[in-house]
């Protein structure tokens, strides 16, 4: 009897020892800043607006989505940070410029795209970040992109 007790207990220390291990293993992996997403948003937002300009709309559409999927990744990966309470500021706008970009409607994509664009400046602003100013971009980001439909 004795021995099974010690038998089981090293079993169970076995184990601890194990998740110990992995869980520090968890610790250990990489995990992206919220700055790391938001240079990805801001690419995005860039890449947004040129697809948008061009009514390129599949395009604009991939790109809103990537929009999307960067700020469901911050709720996330950075839902211990306090700026993650302001994030929903942005949903309205964003809904507005998926609704122009399903209509196919140039003008209410720019004018969405402007509110867009002010309202992430209003969350910079409420979450101390004012130094990081968004502007409509004056040229692509990339000199390696189409921004036009390919005919």
């Known amino acids: 009897m004795f021995s099974a007790c010690t038998s089981k207990n090293s ?6 020892s194990r998740i110990d291990s992995l869980q520090q293993r968890l610790n ?8 790391e997403f938001m240079g ?3 690419i995005h937002h860039a890449k947004l607006w040129f697809a948008g300009k ?6 604009a559409n991939f790109e809103i989505n990537e929009i999307k999927e960067s700020l469901d990744d911050i709720k996330h990966y ?4 306090p700026e993650i309470k302001e994030l929903g500021m942005i949903e309205e706008p964003l ?16 004018s969405s795209y402007k509110v867009l664009t002010v309202t992430c400046n209003s969350c910079h602003q409420a979450t101390n970040h004012g130094f990081n ?9 990339f000199s390696n992109q189409n921004f036009g439909l390919l005919k």
Request: proline share 8%; glycine share 6%; net charge positive.
């Open 11 to 16: 079993n169970i220390k076995s184990l601890q």
């Open 28 to 35: 250990d992996t990489y995990k992206p800043g919220l700055g």
């Open 133 to 141: 100013v968004i502007t409509i971009p004056a040229t692509p980001p």
């Open 54 to 59: 061009n009514q390129n709309w599949e395009l």
């Open 95 to 110: 809904q507005n410029i998926s609704r122009a970009i399903g209509q196919k409607n140039a003008n209410k994509f720019e």
């Open 40 to 42: 990805n948003v801001q």
């Open 78 to 81: 950075c839902a211990d940070r």
